[in-house]
């Protein structure tokens, strides 16, 4: 099933690039994918003779989701980190917001399409996959249906994709009630007390550092259609769903490093508990107070050493 709906969704791209480097061969590209008008803006750290990461965000995240802080320790170890904005965010091409959670214009196979187009452009062969939430599950998918493009992968703040086939605990009301209360309208300095509110509570238990968050939110108003619900990424996940995907993660032979906070919100810490018994070759690092979102620079840094290390372990 999973192999004809690859091949359905496979389109053929044509791919131009725009690089700017700078001394310290740290370059930020920007790249045009033609699969109709989809345009994919990259940022790239390191050498990129180094082996590759490609940092994945999740759900309505633009790539900054993944601090400077983080992504220059990761090439500081050695590999060339390019993350990037998803369709709909940031930089990137958008649509229009299908305002629902089952008739979006694209599915996460498209997606999945995005990633192997920037991989394209870079002319990567293989690449260490790193995704969270959202970014997790395509770390899933590309692992299933493109097992020969991934070298290793982790997967941060996400489960299986096929959460209603497994009977995993859904977010609790009160959490959906203190999300849903941050109803945005656009002007910033308005909105904030929501966002706010929505940060400190997805940060989990860990010490929060609200210049982090604020800093983070101030990039997202840089573009006008970037605020609010991501309507377009989560209907891309809904009509993803397979009943038949537990079965098929059990058939995933990449090394995988699952690190899920134990106090996530948003995707209780049992999806992640249960991804690992459903990939065997993971390994699961649970990280105490953490909640869904990463507000912290010395937790980042904490990830990026966890990452580093499964990595080393991998090359070794």
Known sequence: MFAMMAIAASIRLKIVIN?????????TSSISIQSGNIRLYTKSFGNSADPSVLLIAGAGAPGSFWPDIFCEFLAQQGYFVIRFDHRDIGLSTHFLSCNAFNNGPYTMYDLVDDVIGIMDAYDIKQAHLIGHSMGGYLVELISVIKPERIMAGCIISAGPLATNTLNLPAPTAETWSILMSNQPVGNFEQDW???????????????????????YTENIYKNPQDIGIAYNHIAAQVVTYQEDFPNVLREIKSPIL??????????????????????LPSILHLIPKAGHMFFNADLWLTLGKVIAQFLKDYRA
Not at 19 to 27: E, M, T
Not at 260 to 266: A, K, N, R
């Open 193 to 215: 007390p929501g966002w706010l509110t929505s940060w400190q509570y997805l940060n989990g238990l860990y010490p929060f550092d609200e210049a982090m968050a604020k800093s």
């Open 19 to 27: 690089v700017s480097s700078s001394a310290f061969k740290k370059h």
């Open 258 to 279: 699952i690190i899920h906070g134990e106090q996530d919100p948003l995707v209780p810490v049992a999806h992640g508990k249960a991804l690992h018994q459903l990939i």
